[in-house]
């Protein structure tokens, strides 16, 4: 019996849906959409099961991002992207983990739909023109000229941009940081942080200590942690998790998760941390997401 070429392309079609969503309980939502449109079509019209997934899924995930822009307007504090369990298999492909991270992700909230959709599609996907044209409904003549401009506008707003950074260089930092977390340790934060270490948390208003402005700087960072981390009076445990295609840190609190982290590395010096704290967010690490290109 042939496979369901939904089935077969799950991977893909979540990894696509979350990209240009930064949430995994949106994308799931997109998907279910996208299944019930392709189960009602003639499939034995369709040429190009792929490419017609794809297609669908876009179509669906760009309906997602119109109603969701208000609810994030309205957000409480910085918005993260849902962080997603990975497995250390994903950083194989480099780009794919680094289109995954909590970093580039960020960056994408800063486009319009239409310029997010071809940005992800082509860079990420390497989506012909043509098929990305039917996907958002423009020509292609201007899905190049949108494609040039969403680069250009990623390319700015990247922290650090163009700067290369090997997996065990990214995975020292990260092991430095949890130690000098679960000891407390105030000069070994400082030892691990960039000076100018810049630090986002999203708590979505639910969470109290999470900061709803950046804190820029390792000193106010550092003693920000290790304050914040005293003051909620229960044993904490900080652990490393491959999120979003590389090493992070898992933040418990008597067994229970309570926040994850995600940072940036250059030189062997964490330059940037996302902090995602809000509980709507921490639902779904505890199983790795299947994710394909």
């Known amino acids: 019996m042939t496979p369901d070429p939904f089935v077969t392309h799950r991977?893909?079609?979540f990894t696509v849906a979350y990209e240009l969503l930064g949430s995994a309980a949106d994308a799931e939502d997109v998907l279910q959409e996208s299944?019930?449109?392709?189960?009602?079509?003639?499939?034995s019209e369709v040429r190009e099961p792929r490419a017609y997934l794809v297609r669908v899924v876009t179509r669906q995930a760009l309906n997602y991002l119109r109603t969701v822009?208000?609810?994030r307007e309205d957000y409480v504090g910085?918005?993260?992207?849902?962080?997603?369990?990975?497995?250390?298999d994903v950083a194989d492909d480099v780009e794919l983990a680094d289109s995954l991270s909590i970093a580039m992700l960020t960056v994408l909230e800063t486009l319009g739909p239409a310029e997010r959709a071809v940005f992800v599609l082509r860079e990420v996907f390497d989506v012909p023109y043509d098929e990305i044209a039917e996907a958002v409904g423009k020509s292609p003549a201007a899905v190049r000229q949108i494609a040039h401009r969403a680069k250009s506008h990623v390319a700015a707003r990247r922290p650090r941009p163009g700067v290369s950074v090997s997996r065990s260089e990214h995975a020292q930092a990260v092991d430095r940081l949890v130690r000098a977390v679960n000891t407390g340790d105030l000069q070994g934060l400082m030892d691990v942080l960039a000076p100018d270490v810049v630090s986002v948390a999203d708590g979505g208003g639910k969470v109290r200590g999470a900061a709803r402005h950046p804190i820029v700087g390792a000193d106010r960072i550092a003693r920000y942690l290790v304050g914040g981390l005293a003051k909620l009076g229960r044993p904490y445990l900080a652990s490393v998790e491959w999120v979003n295609g590389a090493p992070g840190l898992r933040m418990e609190v008597e067994g229970e998760l309570v926040g994850v982290v995600s940072v940036d590395v250059e030189g062997g010096k964490i330059t940037r941390i996302y902090s995602i704290a809000n509980p709507d967010k921490l639902g779904r690490l505890d199983e790795e997401a299947v994710l394909s290109r």
């Open 35 to 43: 299944w019930l449109r392709w189960a009602a079509v003639d499939q």
């Open 78 to 88: 910085e918005w993260l992207p849902e962080p997603v369990l990975t497995s250390p």
């Open 69 to 71: 822009s208000r609810r």
């Open 11 to 13: 991977g893909l079609l």
